[in-house]
């Protein structure tokens, strides 16, 4: 047995500490913030419960869904619908099914082509080994254009992923599209 030091209690940081517990290891879990949950985390609004960071759970993430049922708590899962929109050039658009795509104004109409062909086969995907060496943006731009890529996922990418936009892998935004399995 071994005394080990876990850093942060987001969920994988409490995964790798119940992980660690599990094969019997003695573990310090060390979290900076005042509770549990990292990016995970919600805090309440007037009884809604809001998502302190942008993160959610895809149908896809069954290592997930394996970690809720060994804990017991997979019966809590609650699934509610989300909506999704891009706000550019001083508009919101509503985004993440197939109208928004076609009635969006700022994608031509081959652009629009390309993107719901790319991302319906990856709906269809369950394996996405042939596409593990490449990074999102490269997936993106060989399926979908150079300009879609810059349009609606650069900015975004740049976003949430900082100076690491271009070193994500193509197989991690293929799942994100994996919601309609």
Not at 36 to 47: E, I, K, L, R
Not at 91 to 117: A, N, Q
Not at 129 to 137: A, F, G, K, Q
């Amino acid at each position: 047995m071994s005394r080990i030091v876990v850093l942060g209690a987001g969920p994988m940081g409490l995964a790798a500490a119940h992980r660690a517990v599990t094969l019997g290891h003695e573990v310090d879990l060390i979290e900076a913030d005042r509770k549990v949950g990292g990016m995970a985390a919600h805090f309440d609004c007037s009884g809604t419960s809001i998502e302190r960071f942008y993160h959610f759970v895809c149908k896809s993430d069954a290592p997930t869904f394996a970690l809720m049922s060994e804990l017991g708590i997979a019966d809590r899962m609650r699934w509610v619908d989300t909506s999704m929109a891009y706000y550019t050039h001083g508009k919101v658009h509503k985004w993440g099914d197939p109208i928004s795509l076609l009635t969006y104004p700022h994608l031509t109409l081959i652009e629009k082509v390309r993107t719901g062909l790319q991302m319906f086969l990856t709906t269809r995907s369950g394996n996405f080994d042939r596409i593990e060496h490449l990074t999102s943006r490269q997936w993106i731009e060989r399926g979908s254009g150079r300009s879609v890529y810059n349009k609606l996922w650069k900015r975004l990418q740049e976003l949430k992923f900082h100076e690491f936009a271009d070193e994500v892998s193509a197989s991690w935004i293929a799942t994100r599209n994996q919601t309609h399995r």
